[in-house]
């Protein structure tokens, strides 16, 4: 299990996150959801050991994680942080070698390192492209070489921080398909997202964040619907949701079931 206990963080005496208690373990695709500055990266940080929380505790397998070389090295093989920008991730000019990069540091062999980054290309869609240097790569393609380098450890959470941003509707879909697949592997995903829409088709549960505090978690769809705390947290509710509350529909996951549920409506 990936939890936090009473966990607090600051920046120079100022408070960033505030007493949060979370278990990511129960759902397969969990959400962070915030307006700017409410701390969602920070907790990223704090969940892979790359930040220490002033007050409480990060629990991996029920026992806190510890800070010895050895001990997050162990940590990031099992939790694997993809970040908003893939560039901070990329460090070779063919795609392969990016991809192979973590697993040639600990001595996987070579064999198994090729079906490793041939599984995680095709989790990520990204065979049509693997010869392209990197840099020739759009921002979309790059993003998803960087999931590609995160899914050859095999890990069992993959932390995505906004994954869509920079996205045109094209690759947006794009990343919703890769996280299916990464979810249909049996892998636990949790998105810190400023794309409240994605957060809605794609979360099973949902934690929101104000000034790096906990102010409501639950079933997404049951969140979504508590219009006067999102908005005390400076946020809106997705449009699927709005068309619920203002028409009386049923209330769809996808537009894919709000066309079909019109489409019957019509007949």
């Known amino acids: 299990m990936l939890a936090t206990r009473q966990l607090s963080f600051s920046y120079q005496d100022e408070p960033v996150l505030q007493n949060l208690t979370m278990d990511f373990s129960h759902h397969a695709v969990t959400g962070l959801l915030g307006a700017n500055g409410c701390g969602k990266s920070t907790l990223f940080m704090n969940l892979s050991g790359i930040l220490r929380p002033q007050q409480g505790e990060v629990l991996w397998q029920d026992q806190p994680i510890g800070y010895g070389k050895a001990q997050l090295r162990a940590l990031r093989q099992r939790v694997t942080t993809v970040f908003q920008d893939p560039e901070q991730q990329i460090f070779y000019t063919d795609i392969d070698s990016d991809i192979a990069f973590s697993l040639r540091n600990l001595g996987i062999d070579e064999a198994l ?32 070489v960087a999931i590609a380098g995160a899914l050859v450890m095999e890990a069992e959470y993959l932390l995505l921080d906004e994954p869509t941003a920079g996205l045109d509707p094209s690759g947006r879909q794009h990343m919703i398909a890769i996280i299916e697949r990464i979810v249909a592997e049996g892998k636990r995903v949790i998105i810190s997202s400023h794309d409240i829409d994605l957060i809605y088709n794609v979360c099973d549960y949902l934690y929101v964040l104000s000034h790096g ?13 508590q219009h006067e705390q999102l908005q005390a ?12 509350s203002e028409l009386g ?19």
Do not use: M, Y
């Not at 990204?126 to 759009?138: C, G, N, T, V, Y």
């Open 113 to 144: 390192i090729a079906q490793r980054v041939e599984r995680a290309l095709a989790l990520v869609d990204a065979h049509e492209f693997r010869h392209k240097p990197i840099q020739h790569l759009s921002h979309g393609q790059k993003k998803r």
């Open 213 to 225: 505090k906990l102010v409501c978690a639950g079933e997404t769809a049951e969140v979504f619907l």
């Open 233 to 244: 947290a400076g946020l809106v509710q997705p449009w699927l949701v709005k068309i619920h």
């Open 249 to 267: 529909l049923p209330l769809c996951k996808t537009e894919e079931q709000l066309f079909a549920l019109l489409r019957q409506r019509n007949n």
